[in-house]
């Protein structure tokens, strides 16, 4: 069982429509991460909050908006994407930003924007 | 351009043929290497980290070195079940914190 958990796992939207991303993390873990992974790309930062406080945004459209209530949840709010959005997104976790702290992922969420 | 190089981009082994993964970087300052596992449709799965040139971790049939500029992950009498994209990931003493560098894994391949 993971320690962090993502909802949903697949989710297809048209390019009108607002959704959601779910996270949570049962690690104890006060930095929490977004990060987004394309086809034959690699792995990308999109957003890191550090005790619930936005730390970095990697330069992420609007149309992407985080948000984080506390260190244990953290959401993706999607609204009028492109299809080039569609891709992986996987939330992460690790015990704070620093060096030397691993990052944990979870299972991801595959997003098909039509 | 890409921080982080992977190693072949494929690699297909028989089961028990040992074999080596790479990973080479060009971050100014290394932080940590790390090394994970990504099965299909699943998010990666941590393995390693390694924070200075010569150090060396194991785990089963895994072991990853680390020089200077490049990792190895080592992979000793494989078997299918190893079958996965093994991912490696940097973090640069100049980059704000918590953002690895990912390369584009190599995806091996296990066949009985």
């Known amino acids: 069982e993971t320690g962090v958990t993502q909802t949903p796992r697949h989710l297809v939207m048209g390019m009108t429509n607002k959704k959601s991303l779910k996270c949570e993390q049962h690690?104890?873990?006060?930095?929490m991460y977004w990060y987004k992974q394309s086809a034959k790309k690699p792995l990308e930062l999109m957003f890191v909050?550090?005790?619930?406080?936005?730390?970095e945004n990697n330069s992420v459209p609007s149309r992407f908006s985080p948000e984080c209530p506390n260190s244990s949840h953290l959401f993706l709010h999607l609204h009028t994407l492109q299809p080039e959005d569609s891709a992986l997104y996987l939330c992460?976790?690790?015990?704070?930003?620093?060096?030397?702290?691993?990052?944990?992922f979870g299972e991801g969420s595959w997003l098909t924007v039509v | 351009e890409d921080q982080v190089t992977q190693s072949p981009e494929a690699l297909r082994l028989q089961e028990g043929e040992s074999s080596s993964l790479n990973c080479s970087y060009t971050?100014?300052?290394?932080?940590?290497l790390f090394w994970y596992r990504q099965d299909p449709g699943k998010g990666p799965e941590f393995l390693f980290t390694?924070?200075?040139a010569g150090e060396e971790k194991e785990k089963e049939r895994l072991k990853a070195t680390l020089t200077k500029k490049e990792s190895f992950l080592h992979i000793t009498a494989p078997k299918p079940e190893d079958s996965a994209t093994y991912l490696c990931?940097?973090?640069?003493?100049?980059?704000?914190?918590?953002?690895?560098?990912f390369g584009r894994g190599t995806q091996l391949t296990v066949w009985p």
């Open positions: 992460a976790s690790s015990q704070d930003p620093g060096p030397g702290n691993t990052i944990y």
């Open positions: 690690l104890g873990h006060n930095a």
């Open positions: 909050y550090n005790f619930k406080e936005q730390t």
């Open positions: 971050v100014s300052g290394l932080r940590g």
């Open positions: 390694l924070y200075s």
């Open positions: 990931a940097v973090l640069d003493r100049g980059s704000t914190l918590g953002r690895l560098y």
